[in-house]
């Protein structure tokens, strides 16, 4: 599960409108609390082509430095319930969130309340109650009791399958004959804040974003949209092809600039337009660092993408 950039969760928002019908209605409980459940991950969460707490060793720190546009900061977070404290994400689990400053990478909120920090400093910064969504009476809908797990009660956290993957709901109504779950993110609507401490100030690895045919020209995409794209994902290093929607004859789909995608296609898909066709060149500490992905992804691989 991932919030970030945009005021939703990931799983719980990923369809505007669910009908019953369009989902392989297979449940499953979930364990853990709601707060364990959107603690999955707040900025950069571990779904495909993700990256969060990844410090790039091409950074360099700036002695003496203050945060301000155009550098990379790595931060310590806690993202804290303000009505009763509870810690519902924190990089003591995930790792320190490392982003560009003034690059829309996240929300205006920490953009703004980090410039002018120095290594060492620590703040508070309101995130409002839209962090998590606002909440959707269409995201609230009726099942057959018999199609939940028995032991399911009032408040449990069901696991189904989407239209489009894993999604989670709440369970908020239990009749002998169906059952009522609402799929929005738990902590929809709940105010939340954000403490965090700067780890380092330096200066940001640099992608290319090479275009191959234009677009509009006028339609680039902002935090929190929903894309649609056909990629080919190859090794810099020689070529080797690791994965391809084109292949598949299936266009993937995400939300930009919540870190479900590494942080090189947050930040050059950014760039380009509606219809353009581009070559992202991504180094490694932009994709997947020392890690790697799996068979197919080496230690600090360089990528190439065509988009």
Same mark, same amino acid.
């Given at each position: 599960?991932?919030?970030?950039?945009?005021?939703?969760?990931?799983?719980?928002?990923?369809?505007?409108?669910?009908?019953?019908?369009?989902?392989?209605?297979?449940?499953?409980? %979930? /364990?853990? =609390? !709601?707060? +364990?459940?959107?603690?999955?991950?707040?900025?950069?969460? &571990?779904?495909?082509? @993700?990256?969060?707490? %990844? /410090?790039? =060793? !091409?950074? +360099?720190?700036?002695?003496?430095?203050?945060?301000?546009? &155009?550098?990379?900061? @790595?931060?310590?977070? %806690?993202?804290?319930?303000?009505?009763?404290?509870?810690?519902?994400?924190?990089?003591?689990?995930?790792?320190?969130?490392?982003?560009?400053?003034?690059?829309?990478?996240?929300?205006?909120?920490?953009?703004?309340?980090?410039?002018?920090?120095?290594?060492?400093?620590?703040?508070?910064?309101?995130?409002?109650?839209?962090?998590?969504?606002?909440?959707?009476?269409?995201?609230?809908?009726?099942?057959?009791?018999?199609?939940?797990?028995?032991?399911?009660?009032?408040?449990?956290?069901?696991?189904?399958?989407?239209?489009?993957?894993?999604?989670?709901?709440?369970?908020?109504?239990?009749?002998?004959?169906?059952?009522?779950?609402?799929?929005?993110?738990?902590?929809?609507?709940?105010?939340?804040?954000?403490?965090?401490?700067?780890?380092?100030?330096?200066?940001?690895?640099?992608?290319?974003?090479?275009?191959?045919?234009?677009?509009?020209?006028?339609?680039?995409?902002?935090?929190?949209?929903?894309?649609?794209?056909?990629?080919?994902?190859?090794?810099?290093?020689?070529?080797?092809?690791?994965?391809?929607?084109?292949?598949?004859?299936?266009?993937?789909?995400?939300?930009?600039?919540?870190?479900?995608?590494?942080?090189?296609?947050?930040?050059?898909?950014?760039?380009?337009?509606?219809?353009?066709?581009?070559?992202?060149?991504?180094?490694?500490?932009?994709?997947?660092?020392?890690?790697?992905?799996?068979?197919?992804?080496?230690?600090?691989?360089?990528?190439?993408?065509?988009?």
């Amino acid at each position: 599960l991932c919030v970030a950039v945009v005021a939703c969760g990931t799983h719980f928002l990923l369809q505007v409108a669910l009908s019953p019908k369009a989902m392989q209605r297979t449940f499953a409980l %979930a /364990r853990g =609390s !709601a707060s +364990a459940v959107a603690s999955s991950s707040f900025l950069r969460a &571990g779904a495909p082509l @993700a990256r969060r707490g %990844a /410090r790039s =060793s !091409a950074v +360099a720190a700036v002695a003496g430095g203050v945060v301000a546009e &155009g550098v990379e900061v @790595a931060l310590d977070f %806690a993202v804290i319930r303000d009505d009763t404290g509870e810690v519902v994400d924190s990089s003591d689990a995930t790792g320190p969130l490392v982003f560009v400053c003034g690059e829309k990478e996240v929300f205006p909120a920490i953009d703004s309340g980090v410039v002018g920090m120095a290594v060492g400093d620590k703040k508070t910064i309101p995130m409002g109650t839209n962090l998590f969504g606002k909440g959707d009476k269409g995201k609230v809908m009726e099942f057959p009791r018999d199609e939940l797990p028995e032991d399911a009660e009032v408040g449990a956290e069901l696991e189904l399958e989407g239209p489009q993957g894993p999604m989670m709901a709440t369970l908020v109504k239990l009749t002998d004959t169906m059952a009522t779950l609402d799929m929005n993110h738990p902590l929809a609507g709940v105010a939340v804040s954000m403490t965090v401490t700067v780890l380092s100030i330096g200066a940001p690895a640099q992608m290319d974003v090479e275009t191959v045919s234009p677009g509009d020209g006028a339609t680039f995409p902002e935090t929190g949209d929903k894309l649609t794209m056909h990629y080919t994902g190859t090794l810099a290093a020689n070529g080797n092809k690791f994965d391809s929607s084109r292949d598949r004859d299936q266009p993937f789909q995400f939300t930009i600039g919540v870190g479900q995608v590494i942080k090189g296609w947050d930040v050059g898909v950014m760039k380009m337009s509606l219809g353009e066709r581009a070559i992202l060149k991504i180094p490694s500490s932009m994709g997947y660092g020392a890690r790697g992905a799996g068979e197919d992804i080496p230690p600090d691989a360089d990528l190439v993408f065509d988009v």
